[in-house]
């Protein structure tokens, strides 16, 4: 089992960075591919983007060239590094992990392991 610890979330203005990070505990994650989710009040959880086992990268069209992911295994934690935030970058983001697949997936129902989340609100 892998539990996983999102942190950093907050509030920011339209234009700002944060940085989240996903901890993760249990076992190594150096055979997962990891990936970030986003809720938002009344909507469907979404894709935001993912890291493989070996390191390739998948982002959303919403968020390409705005966010990168990464990966540091010997610290077992994933990283989400997001740039030039929108007031439509509000929600819930959720770490998740996988290790079924041989490529990562875009649906959440493909995935294992989640984090419990934490509140990205940015301010117009």
């Known amino acids: 089992q892998v539990q996983l610890v999102e942190s950093g979330g907050g509030l920011v203005q339209a234009g700002d960075s944060l940085r989240l990070s996903c901890a993760a505990s249990?076992?190594?994650?150096?055979?997962?591919?990891m990936s970030w989710f986003r809720q938002a009040p009344g909507k469907d959880r979404e894709f935001v983007a993912t890291?493989?086992?070996?390191?390739?990268?998948y982002y959303a069209d919403s968020v390409k060239g705005r966010f990168t992911i990464s990966r540091d295994n010997a610290k077992n934690t994933v990283y989400l590094q997001m740039n030039s935030l929108k007031p439509e970058d509000t929600a819930v983001y959720y770490c998740?992990?996988?290790?079924?697949?041989?490529?990562?997936?875009?649906?959440?129902?493909?995935?294992?392991?989640w984090g419990q989340g934490t509140q990205v609100t940015v301010s117009s």
């Open positions: 890291i493989s086992r070996n390191s390739n990268t």
């Open positions: 998740a992990a996988d290790q079924k697949y041989s490529v990562p997936g875009r649906s959440s129902f493909l995935y294992d392991y």
């Open positions: 249990g076992r190594t994650i150096s055979s997962y591919h």
